[in-house]
């Protein structure tokens, strides 16, 4: 029976993913978070490269995921691994177009104009943009 859930879940995780693999499923980060926090003025530690939305810590591209809804994550644990939230510490502030919010798991995640932000675990370097259009659900953020 345990044998049968776990590799009921595996066949979930790749399911859900479209990946034939487990590492094409989770890339190189199987925390299901990302750990960049803003600066020291508690505002969202975001830049551009190439014409789409990164964090300013590493470079990495930002997506938003179509299922979201505002201020509202629909991306859950299994999902996260892939698709790690762009988490925010605590007392982080709102400034222009981003805000922080609270997740369901009492963790806060950087949105812009209400939607949240996520990295795609399959971006190995900096400015990589694996994830765009993923099942037509996961975007890169526009710079604009």
Known sequence: MKRMLILSAL????????????????GQDTSG??????????TAPVTSKNGVLVDSANHMTLYTYDKDSKNMSECGKVCLVAWPAFMAPDDAK???KFAPFKRADGKHQWAMNGMP????????????????????????????
């Open 11 to 26: 066949t979930g995780v790749l399911a859900v993913t479209g990946c034939s693999t487990l590492k094409d499923a989770v």
């Open 33 to 42: 978070m990302h750990e960049t926090h803003s600066t020291t003025a508690n």
């Open 94 to 96: 709102a400034s222009g």
């Open 117 to 144: 932000l996520y990295f795609y675990a399959n971006d190995t370097e900096a400015g990589d943009m694996n994830g765009d259009d993923k099942f037509d659900v996961w975007h890169v953020v526009p710079a604009n």
